[in-house]
């Protein structure tokens, strides 16, 4: 009888560290982590230099079915993330209808079998489901709440409702994700700026202080409700010190994305409207600031907040073109370029986009590479060079803000429920 796949020659991330050793992988489970003679098998991965580690995850991302699917699905959006070295995604709720109902998460479940990765589904906290958050807790992985919107059905800006809506994820005991910017500021603020056409006024006319101030009342209302807190995609130094003291005493992490980590709001002056996201772009300081939030352990995951959007839609004004970057196919391989430039460790990248990821959202054994367990692996490998470019990528909105970027480390291979995924 022959197993399924084997895999050697490869290093593999196991009890926290580098290993040498080979895995037999059958039924979709690993059998075995060995370094004596492999079993044959109808599939063999022999990669020299390769890295194997626990299946990576991406806690946000936009896979814009049903409803937007002229951007993206669940099939390109996933085999996206596959390509990317990504075995897990986690869908935000903003598609058309937005995932608030049992029967619209139900409904996405049901598209979403067109998945070639593992995935859960945010719930989305509306003004209108305040009192459903039980029910919808037993189909999410987690919730979302806009306390500013890009989506309107979706926002939540008055603070009572905002401390309602706390309060009830709270009794569900699953985390909270906030989108953290102040609407009443933004919309203040835009009045200043809308006659501009640079497209640097975006980034001023959501000032770094809109998150500031979001981010005090998220942690505010966490303090009183006990909720689960994760800040979603922290732009700037001040957020983020607010976080680094609040984590003390209140139950609170955050995620950034590599657009913060590898791009300045002097971007925008070239790439414009293809790198107008919310939060914006901010400046080199925040950007610093943002890095030794890494190191030093204030910032928990790393996400792409995967949002496509069309080229037709993003070559608009900066006011009309809609906000968003696509990302879950480039993440890993920028990350793995810091670990070349000596950035950030790779153990470090392991635990942003895998080890922090399960804890904080209760995936229990997920990925991890122990004998019985599902196999959901990605193999790296930190020298082979890469370049960006549009006919490469597998994203249905067919392009990257990254593109003509170069470097080093990527993902050569992923594994999904024991299935090699093909790139
Ligand atoms: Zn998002």
Redesign the pocket.
Same mark, same amino acid.
């Given at each position: 009888m022959k197993v399924d796949l084997t895999v050697k020659n490869c290093r593999i991330w196991h009890k926290k560290r580098l290993k040498k050793a080979s895995l037999v992988i059958d039924k979709g489970k690993i059998v075995s982590i060995t370094k004596s003679r492999l079993p044959p098998s109808k599939k063999k991965i022999d990669y020299k230099g390769g890295i194997v580690l626990p299946g990576l995850i991406d806690v %946000?991302v %936009?896979f814009r079915e049903p409803g937007l699917s002229s951007k993206e699905d669940w099939s390109t959006g996933s085999k996206a993330a596959a390509k990317g070295g990504i075995t897990y995604v986690m869908d935000?709720p903003n598609t058309i209808p937005p995932t608030v109902t049992l029967r619209s998460l139900f409904d996405k479940k049901e598209l979403a079998k067109n998945s070639v990765v593992n995935f859960g589904l945010y719930a989305g906290v509306s003004q209108k489901n305040l009192n459903d958050l039980k029910e919808l807790s037993k189909q999410a992985v987690a919730f979302k709440l806009y306390m500013c919107g890009s989506t309107e059905a979706l926002i939540i800006d008055d603070i009572s409702l905002q401390l309602k809506a706390f309060t009830n994820v709270a009794k569900t005991k699953k985390v909270l994700c906030v %989108?953290a910017e102040n609407e009443k500021m933004n919309k203040y603020s835009y009045k200043s700026y809308k006659k501009e056409t640079d497209p640097m006024a975006y980034a001023h006319s959501r000032p770094p202080e809109s998150e500031v101030l979001a981010i005090n009342d998220a942690i505010e209302l966490a303090k009183q409700t006990n909720v689960k807190l994760h800040i979603? %995609?922290v732009s700037t130094k001040d957020g983020l010190s607010l976080i680094k003291r609040a984590k003390k005493k209140v139950d609170v992490t955050c995620e950034t994305c590599p657009h913060y980590l590898f791009m300045t709001e002097e971007y925008l002056r070239e790439k414009r409207t293809l790198v107008k996201m919310n939060p914006p772009l901010r400046t080199e300081k925040d950007q610093k600031a943002l890095w030794k939030g890494i190191k030093n352990g204030t910032i928990d995951i790393v996400a792409s907040?995967h949002?496509p959007h069309t080229l037709q839609e993003k070559y608009q004004n900066i006011w009309f073109a809609p906000a968003?970057v696509p990302g879950v196919e480039t993440s890993l391989q920028l990350m793995l370029n810091a670990v070349n430039k000596r950035m950030i460790k790779l153990e470090k990248v392991n635990e942003l986009m895998h080890d922090n990821p399960v804890k904080r959202f209760g995936l229990g054994n997920y990925g991890n590479i122990e004998v019985g367990n599902d196999a959901n692996l990605t193999i790296i490998d930190l020298k082979k060079e890469w370049e960006i470019s549009r006919e490469d990528l597998v994203t249905k909105c067919g392009w990257s803000p990254y593109e003509g970027w170069a470097g080093k480390g990527m993902a050569v291979m992923t594994i999904v429920n024991g299935n090699i995924i093909q790139n």
């Open positions: %946000h %936009h935000m %989108h979603c %995609h907040d949002a968003g």
